[in-house]
C-alpha cells in the first residue's frame, strides 16, 4: 500500500532552516508528482510546493518562494523540502503529499515550530 512517512520537523529560531524528508513507498514514485502541504489549526491546508517527475518543474506557495526549496531523490524515493529563513508563521504541521487521480495519499506530517 501507499505509505508517506515524513521527518526532519522540530523547533528552531526564527531565521534559521530545517529539512523535511518524505519516505515514499508503495506506489511507482519516479512517475509521480509529490508535494508538501502545511496546516495550521482552524485553517485550510495550504501548498507549500510541488515537484514534477525530476526536479526541473516546481511550484512554490507565494509564502515561502525565495525561502523553501523542493527537490528529490529517485532512486531512494524521497522527497525533500529545505526550509531556510524560516519566520514564526511557518509554525504548522507539514504533510508530504502523492496525487493519483482519483486517489490522493497523505503522510502523517511532521511539526514545525518557528519560535521568534
Known amino acids: 500500500q501507499v505509505q508517506l512517512v515524513e521527518s526532519g520537523g522540530g523547533l528552531v529560531q526564527s531565521g534559521g532552516s530545517l529539512r523535511l524528508s518524505c519516505a515514499a513507498s508503495?506506489?511507482?514514485?519516479?512517475?509521480?508528482?509529490m508535494r508538501w502541504f502545511r496546516q495550521v489549526p482552524g485553517k485550510e491546508r495550504e501548498l507549500v510546493a510541488s515537484?514534477?517527475?525530476?526536479?526541473?518543474?516546481?511550484i512554490y506557495g507565494d509564502a515561502v518562494k525565495g525561502r523553501f526549496t523542493i527537490s528529490r531523490d529517485n532512486s531512494k524515493n524521497m522527497v525533500y523540502l529545505q526550509m531556510n529563513s524560516l519566520r514564526p508563521e511557518d509554525t504548522a504541521i507539514y504533510y508530504c503529499?502523492?496525487?493519483?487521480?482519483?486517489?490522493?495519499?497523505w503522510g502523517q506530517g511532521t511539526q514545525v515550530t518557528v519560535s521568534s
Open positions: 503529499n502523492a496525487r493519483m487521480t482519483p486517489y490522493e495519499y
Open positions: 508503495g506506489f511507482a514514485f519516479t512517475y509521480h508528482a
Open positions: 515537484i514534477g517527475t525530476t526536479d526541473y518543474y516546481t
